[in-house]
């Protein structure tokens, strides 16, 4: 039997058996200090640390991975209700309560505008004790709820009774009251552009609603929405039986459109259950509408299909943005992908130049499921780079403390630092700083790179694959980041390196060289220090001393070399006379003419603006140079 005193593995097997079990991470953490209570060696003790310390990051990733499980399979089931279910009450029932626990919120409701009133009333509560509350109107333009209707957008408060930026009325402050409630945030439900509801979650204490919650509870809204427009489809037809019972055949085919439509959506929601990416359910909605769906993200990038490029749509993909609906665009059609307010792409449909309602609403439908997926796409690889993020950041912190530790730890999640790796710095103005993290993770998405925040700017590593020089993807860089923070980012590229140590060394040289290149007055723009001259050998860990002088003398070099000429021994005659063509021929013992006609030489070789300032000062440096590596 293993001694604990002498071996890890009873210790490992508890670690393992509590991980199996879902054990919190208190437990977790107990099993070394157990360990230290029974006088294990020291050696045990490091390798029982080490592996409690996985055992938590692996405990947090499961818990990260299970809320978003939680989240998905929720936002699905709401999707699986709305296709099932003619039961409007059952729906919005549904979505409330989903609302209610995606957000861990106390309560959440959804109010409907009354025509008739000219108000909106509560339609729908989860959670509510309040009678009073449950029994509100508001006018437009009273209380959040009035503004969301009014403008259109979300707004959220984390204390709604001290918050200015809303018209307080006393009926609707003392509902508030009544029921106890602090922190709301409410999102408008959108049809063709008009807000035709909105849906509300709330806490009894302050609380502060992120992006993603946002962008969630607006997803849930979209389905609000959609159950909202079937139920009235649903009564604008048996309107129409009721009234034109001679158009039999015309209401027939109009049913069959709608089942075919409302088929569709379940195969696109049955397609995301499985597990589906976007390529998937671009083909299938190509096939089910008979024509090319292509599928791009927010810039502009193909995600899916093989459609025209996205050039001269920007203006469709405007209107659909503003609308939230399927626009025209010649002979094709265009929708925007959203999640709330937030555009994540658009899918373009073309060979289909004339759709009808029930087609229309089924491509409406797919960008829908499509924003779903892509919102999930981009909570894991958040999800992922978080955790990546931190191996960067002991990598950048303390390479040298366990080189070894930290590769393996990198091969564990899929980071091989044993291979080449291009370290790029990232700087924006200090306000944008989070904002650029986020950025730095959408310019990743897709690749094996992973960013983290590191000091005043932000830290990406990527795989070299030799295809790009560190001074173009660097450049490259900093023109996707800027566009996607919406402000000039300065980008700093340090050599291609392997192994911890030498990443971080790399790490240093990119923010040497983002320094220079603001004293440059080149901020905003991508570079490597190779690329900055004599800048350069000065910046570079290492001072890359041979490769500047070949760059700079190298034209002289190869003319001497094969012609055996003295045109480098001119030059730095001419130099160290101060540019006098006397002295200079007096310290060669050649005749002035014999300068002057080497000079010309020189010039021909190296341009015309070689005796300029800046270029004299390089090839100053590196005569210099080459004359102390010849000593």
Same mark, same amino acid.
């Given at each position: 039997?293993?001694?604990?005193?002498?071996?890890?593995?009873?210790?490992?097997?508890?670690?393992?058996?509590?991980?199996?079990?879902?054990?919190?991470?208190?437990?977790?953490?107990e099993?070394?200090a157990?360990?230290?209570?029974?006088?294990?060696?020291?050696?045990?003790?490091?390798?029982?640390?080490?592996?409690?310390?996985?055992?938590?990051?692996?405990?947090?990733?499961?818990?990260?991975?299970?809320?978003?499980?939680?989240?998905?399979?929720?936002?699905?089931?709401?999707?699986?209700?709305?296709?099932?279910?003619?039961d409007?009450?059952?729906?919005?029932?549904?979505?409330?309560?989903?609302?209610?626990?995606?957000?861990?919120t106390?309560?959440?409701?959804?109010?409907?505008?009354?025509?008739?009133?000219?108000?909106?009333?509560?339609?729908?509560?989860?959670?509510?004790?309040?009678?009073?509350?449950?029994?509100l109107?508001?006018?437009?333009?009273?209380?959040?709820?009035?503004?969301?209707?009014?403008?259109?957008?979300?707004?959220?408060?984390d204390?709604?009774?001290?918050?200015?930026?809303?018209?307080?009325?006393?009926?609707?402050?003392?509902?508030?009251?009544?029921?106890?409630?602090?922190?709301?945030?409410?999102?408008?439900?959108?049809?063709?552009?008009?807000?035709?509801?909105?849906?509300?979650?709330?806490?009894?204490?302050?609380?502060?609603?992120?992006?993603?919650e946002?962008?969630?509870?607006?997803?849930?809204?979209?389905?609000a929405?959609?159950?909202?427009?079937?139920?009235?489809?649903?009564?604008?037809?048996?309107?129409?039986?009721?009234?034109?019972?001679?158009?039999?055949?015309?209401?027939?085919?109009?049913?069959?459109?709608?089942?075919?439509?409302?088929?569709?959506?379940?195969?696109?929601?049955?397609?995301?259950?499985?597990?589906?990416?976007?390529?998937?359910?671009?083909?299938?909605?190509?096939? &089910?509408?008979?024509?090319?769906?292509t599928?791009?993200?927010?810039?502009?990038?193909?995600?899916?299909?093989?459609?025209?490029?996205g050039?001269?749509?920007?203006?469709?993909?405007?209107?659909?943005?503003?609308?939230?609906?399927?626009?025209?665009?010649?002979?094709?059609?265009?929708?925007?992908?959203?999640?709330?307010?937030?555009?994540?792409?658009?899918?373009?449909?073309?060979g289909?130049? #004339?759709?009808?309602?029930?087609?229309?609403?089924?491509?409406?439908?797919?960008?829908?499921?499509?924003?779903?997926?892509?919102?999930?796409?981009?909570?894991?690889?958040?999800?992922?780079?978080?955790?990546?993020?931190?191996?960067?950041?002991?990598?950048?912190?303390?390479?040298?403390?366990?080189?070894?530790?930290?590769?393996?730890?990198?091969?564990?999640?899929?980071?091989?630092?044993?291979?080449?790796?291009?370290?790029?710095?990232?700087?924006?103005?200090?306000?944008?700083? @989070? $904002?650029?993290?986020?950025?730095?993770?959408?310019? &990743?998405?897709?690749?094996?790179?992973?960013?983290?925040?590191?000091?005043?700017?932000?830290?990406?590593?990527?795989? #070299?694959?030799?295809?790009?020089?560190?001074?173009?993807?660097?450049?490259?860089?900093?023109?996707?980041?800027?566009?996607?923070?919406?402000?000039?980012?300065?980008?700093?590229?340090?050599?291609?390196?392997?192994?911890?140590?030498?990443?971080?060394?790399?790490?240093?040289?990119?923010? $040497?060289?983002?320094?220079?290149?603001?004293?440059?007055?080149?901020?905003?723009?991508?570079?490597?220090?190779?690329?900055l001259?004599? &800048?350069?050998?000065?910046?570079?860990?290492?001072?890359?001393?041979?490769g500047?002088?070949?760059?700079?003398?190298?034209?002289?070099?190869?003319?001497?070399?094969?012609?055996?000429?003295?045109?480098?021994?001119?030059?730095?005659?001419?130099?160290?006379?101060?540019? @006098?063509?006397?002295?200079?021929?007096?310290?060669?013992?050649?005749?002035?003419?014999?300068?002057?006609?080497?000079?010309?030489?020189?010039?021909? &070789?190296?341009?015309?603006?070689?005796?300029?300032?800046?270029?004299?000062?390089?090839?100053?440096?590196?005569?210099?140079?080459?004359?102390?590596?010849?000593?």
């Amino acid at each position: 039997m293993d001694d604990p005193h002498t071996s890890s593995a009873p210790a490992l097997r508890r670690l393992l058996a509590l991980l199996a079990s879902g054990a919190a991470a208190e437990e977790l953490a107990e099993v070394p200090a157990e360990a230290r209570r029974q006088g294990a060696a020291a050696a045990v003790l490091a390798e029982i640390d080490e592996a409690a310390w996985q055992a938590v990051s692996v405990h947090r990733t499961l818990r990260q991975h299970r809320r978003r499980e939680a989240e998905l399979t929720a936002l699905f089931d709401t999707a699986g209700d709305l296709s099932a279910s003619r039961d409007l009450d059952t729906v919005l029932q549904a979505i409330v309560r989903r609302a209610r626990m995606l957000l861990g919120t106390d309560t959440a409701y959804l109010t409907l505008p009354d025509p008739v009133a000219g108000d909106t009333y509560m339609r729908v509560t989860d959670g509510s004790v309040s009678e009073l509350f449950q029994t509100l109107r508001l006018s437009l333009g009273d209380g959040l709820g009035g503004l969301v209707a009014q403008t259109a957008r979300p707004y959220a408060t984390d204390d709604y009774r001290t918050d200015e930026r809303f018209r307080h009325t006393d009926r609707i402050d003392a509902g508030v009251l009544d029921e106890g409630l602090v922190a709301i945030i409410g999102v408008p439900l959108l049809l063709g552009g008009r807000v035709i509801g909105v849906l509300f979650a709330a806490d009894r204490t302050p609380r502060s609603f992120s992006p993603d919650e946002v962008a969630l509870l607006c997803s849930l809204a979209a389905h609000a929405a959609i159950a909202l427009d079937s139920a009235k489809s649903l009564s604008d037809t048996r309107a129409a039986l009721a009234e034109l019972n001679a158009a039999n055949a015309v209401i027939r085919a109009h049913s069959a459109a709608v089942q075919r439509a409302e088929q569709a959506h379940d195969r696109l929601t049955d397609l995301v259950l499985r597990g589906a990416e976007v390529p998937d359910v671009a083909a299938e909605v190509a096939a &089910l509408l008979g024509g090319e769906v292509t599928v791009r993200d927010a810039e502009g990038g193909r995600l899916a299909g093989r459609g025209r490029d996205g050039r001269g749509l920007a203006r469709a993909l405007a209107a659909s943005r503003t609308d939230g609906r399927a626009v025209r665009h010649g002979e094709s059609w265009v929708c925007a992908v959203l999640a709330g307010q937030e555009p994540l792409g658009s899918l373009l449909l073309q060979g289909r130049p #004339d759709l009808d309602h029930a087609d229309r609403r089924l491509f409406e439908r797919a960008a829908v499921v499509t924003a779903l997926l892509l919102l999930l796409r981009r909570s894991v690889a958040e999800t992922e780079n978080r955790v990546r993020g931190e191996l960067l950041t002991d990598l950048l912190t303390a390479p040298d403390r366990d080189p070894a530790r930290l590769t393996a730890r990198g091969r564990r999640l899929g980071v091989d630092l044993g291979r080449p790796h291009l370290v790029l710095v990232a700087e924006a103005a200090p306000e944008d700083r @989070s $904002r650029l993290a986020r950025a730095a993770v959408r310019h &990743l998405f897709g690749t094996r790179g992973i960013s983290a925040e590191h000091g005043e700017a932000v830290a990406l590593l990527l795989p #070299d694959d030799g295809s790009h020089s560190p001074g173009q993807r660097a450049a490259q860089a900093a023109e996707r980041l800027a566009g996607l923070l919406g402000s000039p980012v300065t980008v700093g590229a340090g050599r291609v390196a392997t192994g911890p140590v030498a990443l971080a060394a790399s790490y240093s040289e990119g923010v $040497r060289c983002v320094r220079a290149l603001r004293v440059l007055g080149r901020a905003g723009h991508g570079a490597a220090a190779a690329e900055l001259g004599f &800048l350069g050998v000065l910046l570079g860990d290492g001072h890359r001393v041979e490769g500047f002088v070949a760059s700079t003398l190298g034209p002289l070099l190869e003319y001497d070399a094969r012609r055996g000429t003295e045109l480098v021994r001119t030059l730095r005659a001419y130099f160290a006379c101060g540019g @006098s063509l006397t002295r200079a021929k007096d310290d060669l013992h050649v005749h002035v003419n014999t300068v002057v006609q080497r000079l010309d030489r020189i010039g021909a &070789l190296l341009g015309r603006d070689w005796d300029q300032p800046e270029r004299a000062l390089e090839l100053q440096l590196a005569l210099r140079l080459r004359l102390l590596a010849e000593s």
